[in-house]
Every structure is written in C-alpha cells, then in structure tokens.
T-cell receptor, first 111, second 117 residues
Framework: QKEVEQDPGPLSVPEGAIVSLNCTYS??????FMWYRQYSRKGPELLMY????GNKEDGRFTAQVDKSSKYISLFIRDSQPSDSATYLC???????????FGTGTQLKVEL | GAVVSQHPSWVICKSGTSVKIECRSL??????MFWYRQFPKQSLMLMAT?????????EQGVEKDKFLINHASLTLSTLTVTSAHPEDSSFYIC?????????????FGPGTRLTVL
C-alpha cells in the first residue's frame, strides 16, 4: 500500500461545475498538507497549504483535512477551462522533511 | 514571493556529455533544496535533498556519482548529470524550502527538460 493514494483520473467536468479532488494517506505522522497544480511541461505551483484538520478557503479553492479519517480534499468552485491541469496532493511531517506526493489527478474542464 | 527559477529550461545533448542544471531561489533564502525527476504522466520522484554547505542526501536507487548536486549558497543549487545517456532523458524539477519555515511547503521551479541523443 502506498503512503498516499490519489485517483489519477482523468476527470472531465463541464465549465462551472464543482470539482472534488481527494487523497487518502496511511501515515498518521503527516501534519502538513498541500495541493499543487501542475500544467503540462511546467513545475508544480503551490495552491493550498494547511496544517491540522479543518477547512481553508482561498477564492474558488477550498482545502479540507480530516485527520481522523486520513483524508484530504480540494474543492474547486465554478471551474474554468484554465483549471485544466494535474493536481497533486502532498504531505509532510514537518521539520523540513521531504514531502510525500500523490500520483496526481488529471482534470479537464470542458466548455 | 517564493519564486524559484531553473536554467536551462530545456537542453539537448549528446550521449556521454555532462549537463548542469541550475536552481535559484530569487526572493528568499533556501537552506534546503530538493531535486525531482518526472516521467510523462507520472508523479514527482524525489532524487535528493540538498542542504546549503553540506553533502546532498540521495534517495535509494539514485546514483550520487551520476547525479552530482552542489548547494554552495542559500540561493543556488546545481544538478550535474554526468556522462548522460538516453535513459537519463526526463523532466528535472527543483524545489526550495524557505528558511525558518516550520512546515514542509516547497516552491518549485519551472523544470528543465533534458533530451539525450
């Protein structure tokens, strides 16, 4: 079993839809959770960064962490074609240690 | 803030030559930088962790004599692929962690596409 599981997709939604992206993990030592967006042939861009359970909102993006279930989510409201990219979840134990990444979910938002 | 650059963005070289890739943190000091490799449609594979002024820590299965990493300053780390072969062709991405950060967030460079003929 991988430490972080993420459905690779592809996930195709119509413009304006609410998108839900998820990751599960097995290491209870993870304390920091991130979502990155990666466009084709580009480096990942940090979208959301959360610590501890709960919700964090930034514009159209909401990150949710449920430590008891070892489950994190990223919601995208009013999705746009420009949101089409691969979304990677990542998590770490703190202290500058390395991140553990999910495989990434490929999202396509269609007109 | 937290901008990371990489140079070159792409490089084509002949088999047997060495290629150096630079990673710079432009507006912050990075005590730790990371080097990743990514194959098409796959996730990031961590190659090594680089701390300023000390030797890099390589992940299992990564040849340290093949992939030389130098982190000479708080804003610059370099990855040299020595005696490159076609199987080294890949997308190489660096990331940096800000000094003093309590968490793990990393800021990534735009990547370098290496093609070895």
């Amino acid at each position: 079993q991988k430490e972080v599981e993420q459905d690779p997709g592809p996930l195709s939604v119509p413009e304006g839809a609410i998108v839900s992206l998820n990751c599960t993990y097995s290491n209870s030592a993870f304390q920091y959770f991130m979502w990155y967006r990666q466009y084709s042939r580009k480096g990942p861009e940090l979208l959301m960064y959360t610590y501890s359970s709960g919700n964090k909102e930034d514009g159209r993006f909401t990150a949710q962490v449920d430590k008891s279930s070892k489950y994190i989510s990223l919601f995208i409201r009013d999705s746009q074609p420009s949101d089409s990219a691969t979304y990677l979840c990542a998590m770490g134990t703190g202290g500058g240690n390395k991140l553990t990444f999910g495989t990434g979910t490929q999202l396509k938002v269609e007109l | 803030g937290a901008v990371v650059s990489q140079h070159p963005s792409w490089v084509i070289c002949k088999s047997g030559t060495s290629v150096k890739i630079e990673c710079r943190s432009l507006d912050f000091q990075a005590t730790t930088m990371f080097w990743y490799r990514q194959f098409p449609k796959q996730s990031l594979m961590l190659m090594a962790t680089s701390n300023e002024g000390s030797k890099a820590t390589y992940e299992q299965g990564v040849e340290k004599d093949k992939f030389l990493i130098n982190h000479a300053s708080l804003t610059l780390s370099t990855l040299t692929v020595t005696s490159a072969h076609p199987e080294d062709s890949s997308f190489y991405i660096c990331s940096a962690r800000t000094s003093g950060s309590l968490g793990n967030e990393q800021f990534f460079g735009p990547g370098t596409r290496l093609t070895v003929l």
